[in-house]
């Protein structure tokens, strides 16, 4: 199994560990790129061992090396907004590349370009099990996940970044693998960084700006297009689907289905179901209330925008006719107190076209006005 966070084989600090741990889940090999300045053919193993001779060389710097880390984007965001008195010097980030080190903060590490922005680090260490041999010559070996999350801090707002994986866990000495429960630690991670910056950070309403704000400005809006890829939603006792308990979430399309089929029923009723634009309306206003109204605990979307002719022109050689806006699964953290992640507000950004966490903070700060 592999595991998308750095996994400690009991490495030796220094070089040893600065091998294993550029060469890890936690680079990508664009970055190690990168950071060596465009060894394009080079495999990822190269290009760390690479890096790690110019580190010893004096012909990189620890800094660069962790700037070009914390940049990357990730699967997960988390959005606070407000401000902050003080960006303190906490651990060594520096050291993070030498060894394990101990669960807190490090940095900050800066831009020499954005003087008003800066990363920090939060690390926490992780116990995974494997089990080695079969039979009763087997046994359970331990080994430590180094589990970072990634802050970036402006004048009005912080953002945490981070990467979720599926771990060994054990009970009843049977190991079985569990998805890392990082909704339980977020929240925390916060309160922690706002008391070393004296910070007064708040969420953003994410509910209104997407199934309001952004609806507004967006849908049925040329030359956007939206999709609505996926929603959980529950009130008046009716869930319109299941997070838990094995029961597949219900995709749009269900959706859809359901609102034509009510849309026809009630035109029927009124006599207008030859009516196609009552009929089309119709399935609008239901579907629209479904997903804004119906006590929605998250909603995945897409948003595109189809290019000009002049645009096009412009990509004619890589056949581009839609410019990849966001792409998001949002969860509104509407049950504070539940033990699952609608207890956090929080993002899942998708990669590729879309660009992960870095393309979908920047997108919500423009959104918000940041």
Not at 129 to 153: M, N, P
Not at 168 to 176: A, D, G, H
Not at 268 to 288: F, N, R, W
Request: hydrophobic share 35%; proline share 3%.
């Amino acid at each position: 199994m592999s595991i998308n966070a750095f996994v400690d084989q009991g490495f030796s600090p220094g070089r040893e560990f600065c091998d294993k741990f550029l060469s890890s889940n936690e680079f990508t090999v664009e970055t190690l790129q990168l950071i060596s300045s465009g060894a394009s053919r080079a495999k990822k193993g190269e290009l760390a061992l690479n890096i790690v001779n110019a580190l010893e060389a004096g012909k990189l710097t620890s800094d660069e090396i962790l700037l070009a880390y914390v940049k990357q984007s990730r699967t997960w965001l988390s959005l606070k907004i407000g401000a902050c008195t003080g960006t303190p010097k906490l651990n060594s980030a520096a050291s993070l590349l030498q060894e394990f080190g101990n669960e807190g903060w490090y940095g900050p590490i800066q831009e020499p370009t954005q003087p008003n922005k800066k990363w920090y680090i939060r690390t926490r260490r992780i116990v995974d099990y494997v089990r080695r041999g079969s039979g009763d010559a087997g046994q359970t070996d331990e080994r430590y996940i180094r589990w970072s999350v990634i802050a970036e801090l402006a004048q009005d707002y912080v953002a945490l970044s981070w990467n979720g994986f599926t771990f060994s866990s054990t009970t009843s000495e049977r190991i079985e693998p569990s998805q890392f429960p990082f909704w339980h630690h977020i929240p925390g991670f916060f309160d922690e960084l706002a008391q070393h910056c004296q910070a007064q950070w708040s969420s953003p309403n994410l509910h209104k700006l997407v199934l309001h704000e952004m609806w507004d400005k967006y849908l049925n809006h040329f030359p956007y297009k939206w999709r609505h890829l996926r929603i959980r939603a529950e009130a008046s006792g009716l869930a319109i689907n299941a997070h838990s308990a094995g029961v597949k979430e219900i995709d749009v399309e269900g959706l859809q289905a359901l609102s034509e089929k009510l849309a026809n029923s009630v035109l029927d009723k009124l006599g207008l179901v030859g009516d196609p634009e009552k009929i089309h309306d119709a399935e609008d206003a239901i579907l629209l209330t479904l997903i804004k109204e119906w006590g929605t605990k998250s909603y995945e979307f897409q948003l595109d925008q189809e290019l000009s002719q002049a645009e096009m022109e412009i990509d004619q050689l890589k056949k581009v006719k839609l410019k990849r806006l966001i792409k998001a699964h949002c969860y509104f953290g509407l049950k504070p107190h539940s033990t699952t992640q609608d207890s956090l507000q929080h993002l899942k950004c998708h990669s590729g076209y879309y660009g992960g966490s870095t393309s979908v903070l920047e997108f919500l700060l423009r959104e918000l006005g940041l």
